[in-house]
Nanobody, 118 residues
Framework: QVQLLESGPGLVKPSQTLSLTCTVS??????????WSWIRQAPGKGLEWMGY???????YYSPSLKSRTTISRDTSKNLITLRLSSVTPEDTAVYYC??????????WGQGTQVTVSS
């Protein structure tokens, strides 16, 4: 069974860079046919897909977030990271990492709340 655990600071100041880590157990982040995604949900809004990284290491981002988002992986530690630069209060959300295949999302992390405030 795949388990995903997000971690990172719960409070970030405006204009700073948000950095989150998703520690994966039960599967390798270098598995063919698996996509590791970051998804967020702002208060009162729906889920927003931010981007993903597949086996190839190429990254794919939401057009609206592409200029500020970096997703990477560390295969030695089996984790996925998210960096979101120049944050504003509009980036306040619960951030999730997720494991997906071509059939859709198979596993979700529990999510981590991030608040952007001075």
């Amino acid at each position: 069974q795949v388990q995903l655990l997000e971690s990172g600071p719960g409070l970030v100041k405006p204009s700073q860079t948000l950095s989150l880590t998703c520690t994966v157990s039960g599967a390798s982040v270098a598995t063919a046919g698996v996509f590791w995604s970051w998804i967020r949900q702002a208060p009162g809004k729906g889920l927003e897909w931010m981007g993903y990284i597949p086996l190839s290491g190429n990254t794919y981002y939401s057009p609206s977030l592409k200029s500020r988002t970096t997703i990477s992986r560390d295969t030695s530690k089996n984790l996925i990271t998210l960096r979101l630069s120049s944050v504003t209060p509009e980036d306040t959300a619960v951030y999730y990492c997720a494991q997906s295949t071509y059939g859709g999302v198979d596993s979700w992390g529990q999510g981590t709340q991030v608040t952007v405030s001075s």
